[in-house]
């Protein structure tokens, strides 16, 4: 295959990264018109409702509740089951999320004047939370230990997991993470009891985790209800080559994203034609050997480039624009770059850091924002999992100084009954 490539010096550059990037998540209709009418049905039947979805979509035939709750002891032979080396992989993987989640704890805080008020604020863990783990085909324990871990190290009281169907490698995960209860639903249906909740499914307080489109329909209409996470777009890398790190090295980066799916993207940017040149070469030789490459010619057909730029600081400006999910720093001297970066969901720096790790065990979150969403959001972690309150406590003499200073600013707005409220602790 013939990778599209781009110049930054070319004209018309700007329309071109710009129709490249843009992904806009279209809401198919049909698909929003089944999840509502799931979740109606789920709100209005409750645990009859979940069961016959789940047995018609998940094609699990439960005559119960009760059959769908997945018990402890199974999670725990699971954990047992697993060959030595896929388990203290995953326990290591494990413990290394934890580690670096558990710096990011939030604590409460206050302060006071002189004259003795007293403001801060309360910081406390959800109390509830649901866990979605698409299940079937494909097992996906890293997605188990990223979203159920934050949440753990928050101090969330309950951490409900539904994944229908799940693999082995999913339940030791669930385990090593310390989810309290494993339901095995899934789809829109599954979303729905989370967020209403059923005789059998406690309503939580968020629901976190990836699935298919009817998820995705059902979390964007639940929202509101309760918290979620995100709307995930396709997966996103973006690398910044300075010629120093192998051209195969970049070429499997590449494709480390675009083997997820068809509208997955992948980017090079270079001001190296030699370089992409190289790339390029390294792409073709790879692509026939791997198990996926039709899905992974079809993102780079679609979605992939390699980009000329002027120098690594107009890199470092278009990848800022672009706002990627992953961004790989593949140059000699990756902490020269990094301030000049402001948007990015992961920075990888310098050759040796993969992708791929990030995903699996280096310990920041594999959660992230896609489709320039890193403008403005952040990686899943133990904040989403916490919210806070604020404090106050005016003691007597603030009552004075404050409400003189309240009762003025609600009269500006016409808002007697506040000047008033004021008022009163200081007339």
Known sequence: MTLRRLSSAEAGFDAKLEALTRYEAAQDEAVEAVARAIIADVRKRGDAAV??????????????MAELEVPRARLEAALAALPAAQRDALGEAAARVRRFHERQRAHSWDYTEADGTRLGQRVSPLEKVGVYVPGGKAAYPSTVL????????????????????????????????????????????????????????????????PGNAYVAAAKRQVFGQVGIDMIAGPSEILVIGDGTTPAAWVAMDLFSQAEHDEIAQAILLSPSAAYLDAVAASIAELLPTQSRRTVIEASLAARGALILTKSLEQACAIADRIAPEHLELSVADPEALLPKLRHAGAIFLGRWSSEAVGDYCAGPNHVLPTSGTARFSSPLGVYDFQKRSSVIGVSQAGAATLGRLAATLAEAEGLQAHARAAELRFK
Do not use: C, H, W
């Open 51 to 64: 069961l016959e979805y789940t047995r018609k979509f998940d094609r699990i035939p439960a005559g119960s």
């Open 146 to 209: 990223m979203n159920v871990m934050p949440a753990k190290v928050a101090g969330v009281t309950e951490v409900v997991m539904t994944s229908p169907n799940a693999e082995p490698m999913v339940l030791a995960a669930a385990a090593l993470a310390g989810v309290d209860r494993v339901l095995a639903i899934g789809g829109a249906q599954a979303v729905a009891a989370l967020a209403y909740g059923t005789e059998s499914v406690p309503r939580v307080d968020k629901i976190v985790g």
